[in-house]
Structures are given as C-alpha cells and as structure tokens.
C-alpha cells in the first residue's frame, strides 16, 4: 500500500543520471554507429569501443577495413574515460568492426572482425596497441555482435557465429552456428596458435523443430519464404527465421543448481532469440569430454524434457548480462517490451519493425539462476518510439555498473539507425538487490 508523497514519489524513473554521449556520428546522413563495447580497469579507468559504418566512413581519417560479406567500408574506435564516464578521449582507430573489448589479468585485448577475426593487446590500460593479428578460423563468414569472454577454471572462452546460409534474403539467424574459440588462461592471446575452436554447432531450428515448438506460440507469424518482402499483416518485415544471435557464454558456479555440473565440465550459451516474441532468449548447453572435445546440444530438465529457450526480459532482442562474483548474481541489461500484442496494422506509423520490436526503454534485472528475474529498474528511456537505446553492453566497476548502448530514431533510416553511443551509470548497483 503507498501511503503520504505525490504519484511523483512513487513513478518509475532511470536509474542512471541523464545520458552521456560517448561519441557523436560525424555525418549521420552516411555514417552510422553501432556494436558498443565497454570495460573496467582496476584504476577506474573505463574503456568503449564502436563501430562506424556507411559510405561516409571512406572519407574519414585513419585506418579503415570493408565488411567480408558486401564489401562496405567501416572502422572501429576506442575512447577512454579516466572521470567514470563523464567525459571521453579518442584513444584508436582499428580497421575492423564487431569488436569487444575485455581484459584478461593486466593485459587488455580487442577481438573483432574483418572477414577473418583479427585482435589486438594493450598492456598500458588502451594508450598504445599492438599490432593487429589474425585468427584464421578457416572457410565461411563469422559474425557476432560484441558479447562477453569468460575466465573459467584455467581457460578462456568465447562464442561466435559461422553463416551457413547457401545466400537468399531474410535467412537471419536461423542460417547462424556457434562456434567455441578457447584458449588457455596466460598464453599470449594475439597468438593465433594459442587458440582452439570446436566443430560449428547445428542452427537452432535443427535443435529444436519448428514442428515441435507448438503451444507457446514459436513461431508467432508465418514464415516467409527467403526473398519475400512483406508479412504479418501489414508492412512489417517477418522474413526473419526462427535463429539466434548474440550469444553469451556463462558459467552456473551454485552448486545447489539444476544445471550446474560438479565435474566442471558443462557451460551455457544464452542469446537473444529471433522468434517474433517477447521476453525468450534461446538456451544451449556446451560440453567438454575428457579430451578436450566440445559438443553442444540442448539442456534438459529433471523431467527429461528438453529446453531450447528460457525466460529472459528483453531477450528478443540485444541484451547483455554479466555474473558479479561479489553478489552472486547475474545482472541484466536489455529492451523493455511493453506492448507486444498489438495487431501489426494497428502499430502506429512511427513504431517500426514487428510488435515485439520496441526499442526505446533499457532496464536492469538481476537472477540467482538465469531462469527467475528480478526487476532492479529502469535505466534510460527515449522520448516514446521516435527515440531508440538498444544494443547495451555493460561492466562492474568496483560498485557501479556502467552501460554504454546505441542511440537514434526512426529519422536516421532502417529500425534501429544509430547516431550515438550513449553511457549510463548506476552507482552502487548491488544495494538494488533484495
């Protein structure tokens, strides 16, 4: 019961004071951002790197590289902040995009894309670079939005995603694997023979049939035949397959756990799910044997029964989620989905994309088990749908957690445009928890 106080007193408002930019677009007509990275350094010291892509990249300065798949120009930028994200310096530029930044002891890496993987190391906190190498993982074209790397027993994990599409418009996820890069924890990761990757996984709509996902409404439209432009009901894109897409690599360390494994053995991939609703992310379990071999295959539940999804607020779309040793929680940042039930004809013009599509409001959740989600609040909102934040990624720092994400709105073009990279702060992130 709310008792004394205005309705103001008792309104949900952001957690985080009002956004800062990290970085501008130049142009925002030709040049597009996207793909934020960020991360912590003990001093306090935080780090972002972007993407810039567009025909307007051609005409900026420093090194530049073209996407593997059309032949489009981009580049990567790296900003520091040394005032906990009020102000940002241009550190680097870097020819590939896609790209997260992580730190591995004292060592902080940059892992992306251009055609093949390429990295980079910084020793000095992100001031100067070495020079970039590649990770040839062979044949095929790799994508993967930037995600986490974990530090688990004495290795080093990380997920991607090989394209197995034969080409046609519209495959999206569902023509998407993964693929596992490991490496052991103190080699020199710019090393391409430090790493090791499995065999690609199966697509998620092998793993799980689209002809046994009846009664919770997967897939939620009919699917469009690859090539075709329209569906849904109205003017909406639905060629989309049931796939995933970001994934993440975590590790269930409670050991009271349905699905943690006493032998040290099995981790989990979590990702966003394309399904044309709300609020499922997909779910897969990954498993060493005694070898070294990996597979990776679907969980099950006590029943025997399998699970390709999991409840996850926001999993529809772009989300990132990191586990705090300190808490021992998971801590989530994703989109909002408020109203994903209207009828496709009836979304107001400014609503682009399907139902399920809303882009404007970030939130923060945390969960002892990846499956159960608590609401800590609101993190930023845009002005209704004319104002997107989407594409979060987020680090711990000491006790606050930042997160950096896209900005834009439905003027810059396509769902989802981009022309800022935006920072928000939420001091003292754990106190939210009960």
Known sequence: MRTGGTVNDWKVVPLAPAAIDVFKSPDPATVLLGNPSVVALPGGRILVSLDLAGPGVKRLPGPKGRMASSGHWLQGKVLASADKGQTWVPKFDFPFHEARLFRVGGILYLLGLAGEFRIMKSADGGESWSRMEELALGEGEYVQPPSNILCARDQIYAVVLKSVAAGGKGEGGRSLVPVILRARQGSDLTNRKSWSWSEPGKPLHELAPLGSMDFFGVPFFPLQEAGADRGGGGRRVVTRRIGWDALHIVEIKD?????????????????????????????????????????????????????????????????????DDESKLFWLASNLVSDSMTRVEKLPPDRKGLPCDERQRLQLHFSRNLVDWCFAGCLDSGAGAKEWRHSCRLAIGGSDLYVVCCSGHPGLGGLGYTDRITFHAVPGFRELAY
């Open 255 to 323: 050991s009271h756990h349905t699905w943690h494994d006493p032998r040290g053995r099995a981790l989990h991939i979590v990702s966003r799910a394309e399904t044309h609703r709300s609020n499922l992310a997909a779910l897969a379990r990954m498993v060493e044997d005694e070898t070294g071999r990996i597979s990776i295959g679907l969980e099950t539940t006590p029943a025997g029964t399998r699970m390709a999804f999991v409840p996850l607020p926001g999993g529809n779309l772009k989300f990132d989620l990191a586990y």
